[in-house]
Each structure stands twice: as structure tokens, then as C-alpha cells.
């Protein structure tokens, strides 16, 4: 066996956090913690869990989190959706005994796509994860744009609509994100509410979530028609953004959202961003669906893209690989 190819992968997300153990390439049992517990709390029960219920000793982490991200700690500190102000990513995971590789989930994401799915011989190529928020990257001329700080690609925060009043988790207005990451998408509903709609009824109790969204637009529900086109606009103009700055070839999408509202929601973007766009974007759903960032965690971790690893400046970093 070869020893080198037993992972622990890691997800960090918003909401959940998930860990599996990657055997040649394959993810044995998916293990989920709610990022409730703590996000360091819940990074350590999925890696036990993982880890115990596999049959191979992992000799390399992976760890795809929501960001930003301190490379130096490692650490999450000051995520717009997590309430904690830091979380580290090694602490938790020290015990493993393994060198620890992080990266940002939508980098990773894209990165598993580069490695192992759509991507691979493409050198221009970016992603686009829409879940509680929006995260992206991008492969500019062969080289994986990461920034000074690892954030060169938070196009969540691009401004789709200068005029909205729509706050961001992160302080700004009328970002990307703040109109149609998962986590906005009832306050968006409300928005466009004008009384006791069954729609916006479920959203101020908490309860709409993209896949509810789906649900009301495949009844035909007038309300949810409405927030769907609105999801549809801001997506199409993040989108000509991405494809103005980074001229990619294909534009990958994944996330829960994207997952929740199917092809139908692919092709209307892909249509409406004509409107807004310099360049054709072409737009293709990413390979691994749900496991998206588990893969690009094992993804970073198996074969790390130099220019992450050069960030990952903490003393759980990979050495000489
Ligand atoms: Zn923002």
C-alpha cells in the first residue's frame, strides 16, 4: 500500500464540518459535525471519527475551510457566516501526527477540478461555490492567484448592485453574497414579500433554505419566481466579473445552492450574464457535488499547488515536498 496516499481530509464549513479518510483517491464513510459544537470542536470529533473508521494511517491532512484565512496560525479568523472571531485548524488536528495542508474551501474546490476532474490540462479555469456564502478562484495562465494574504479571490464581496441596501456578513453593501448566498436568502425573500405569502411566512421562521426555494419555484410559487430571478441577476453579474478579471476558459460551480436549484439555475445564468459580460461564460457544473471540498481538501494535501503551499507558512506546513 502505498502509505503516502492514506489522507485525512478535511471540509470546514460554515454550517458543518466533514472528514474522511482518502484511500487512493477514494473517500471511505463521509463523517458530518454541525460547526454549532465550535468549528475547532467539530474539526476534532470528524477527524476521529474519520480516522478510526479507516483502514489506512494517514500520513498527509488536507483542510478546506471557509476563510479568510491567517496561513501563519493556521487559523479562520474573522469569517463573515462563523461566529467565532478565530478558530485554529491545527490544534484540532495536531494529534494526527501528520503534516497539515490548508487552503480555502473554493480553492481547494478548484483545485480538486485541476487535479482530478474537468480541469486537468486547462490554464485558465475558475471556480464559483455558492453555499451559506460565495467563494471563489481562479487559475490564471497556469498559476493558482492566491493574493498577499490568500484572498485574491473572495468574489463574494464583488459589488453585483451599488444601490442595494442589502448588508454583507462582512460589513459591505450590495455584495454578491449578501444577495444570494444561502444564508440571505430569506432576508431576500422578505424583501420582495408584500404579506403573508406561504414563502415569506417560511422565511421569517427560519425555515427557507434554497432547496424550500426549489420547491416553491417547481409549484410555480409567484414569490419564489421573483427571489429566483434576483439570485439569477446578481449570479449572472458576479459571474461577468469573474470572467472580466480572470479570463478563464470555464467558470466550474458547486455548492449547496447551486446544487439545491439544478441545471435550470446554470442555464438561465449562463444566459442572463450575456447581458452583463465582456467575455462568453461558459459554465459547468463542478465534478464532485456535494464532496466538492472534501476533494479539493484531499486534492491540496495529495499534490499541493506550489503557490499554497508557499502560504502555508505555519510549523504543521509539508516540508520538501
Ligand atoms: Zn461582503
Known amino acids: 500500500l502505498d502509505r503516502v496516499n492514506c489522507v485525512l481530509a478535511v471540509d470546514v464549513?460554515?454550517?458543518?464540518?466533514?472528514?474522511?479518510?482518502?484511500?487512493?483517491?477514494?473517500?471511505?464513510?463521509i463523517i458530518e459535525e454541525p460547526a454549532s459544537q465550535g468549528v475547532e470542536a467539530a474539526v476534532e470529533k470528524a477527524a476521529r471519527r474519520a480516522v478510526a473508521g479507516a483502514d489506512c494511517e494517514p500520513r498527509l491532512v488536507g483542510v478546506a475551510s471557509v476563510g479568510p484565512l491567517d496561513y501563519g496560525g493556521p487559523a479562520i479568523v474573522g469569517a463573515p457566516n462563523l461566529a467565532e472571531g478565530r478558530a485554529s485548524l491545527a490544534r484540532p488536528l495536531e494529534w494526527v501526527g501528520a503534516p497539515i495542508i490548508v487552503g480555502n474551501d473554493a480553492v481547494a474546490s478548484l483545485w480538486a477540478e485541476a487535479v482530478l476532474g474537468k480541469a486537468r490540462g486547462l490554464s485558465d479555469a475558475a471556480m464559483v461555490v455558492m453555499g451559506t456564502g460565495v467563494g471563489g478562484a481562479a487559475i490564471v495562465s497556469g498559476r493558482l492567484v492566491?493574493?498577499?494574504r490568500g484572498g485574491a479571490h473572495e468574489v463574494g464581496h464583488i459589488v453585483v448592485d451599488y444601490g442595494s441596501n442589502l448588508k454583507c456578513g462582512c460589513g459591505g453593501r450590495g455584495h454578491w453574497e449578501a444577495i444570494a448566498g444561502g444564508r440571505w436568502?430569506?432576508?431576500?425573500v422578505l424583501s420582495l414579500a408584500r404579506g403573508g405569502e406561504p414563502l415569506a411566512r417560511l422565511a421569517r421562521l427560519g425555515r427557507l433554505t434554497a432547496s424550500t426555494l426549489a420547491a416553491a419555484l417547481e409549484q410555480g410559487d409567484?414569490?419564489?419566481?421573483?427571489?429566483?430571478?434576483?439570485v439569477v441577476a446578481a449570479t449572472a453579474a458576479g459571474l461577468a466579473s469573474v470572467a472580466a478579471v480572470y479570463d478563464p476558459e470555464v467558470v466550474y460551480m458547486a455548492g449547496g445552492v447551486v446544487e439545491a436549484l439544478g441545471a435550470r439555475f446554470l442555464r438561465d445564468v449562463a444566459a442572463k450574464a450575456g447581458e452583463y459580460s465582456l467575455y462568453e461564460v461558459r459554465i459547468e457544473e463542478a465534478s464532485f457535488g456535494r464532496l466538492q471540498a472534501l476533494y479539493g481538501a484531499y486534492a491540496i494535501a495529495y499534490r499541493p499547488p506550489p503557490e499554497l503551499l508557499a502560504l502555508n507558512t505555519h510549523p504543521w506546513a509539508p516540508r520538501g515536498v
Open 185 to 188: 436568502l430569506p432576508r431576500l
Open 222 to 230: 409567484g414569490l419564489a419566481e421573483e427571489a429566483y430571478k434576483v
Open 146 to 148: 492566491l493574493g498577499r
Open 13 to 29: 464549513g460554515a454550517s458543518k464540518v466533514a472528514a474522511s479518510v482518502f484511500r487512493m483517491g477514494s473517500p471511505a464513510g
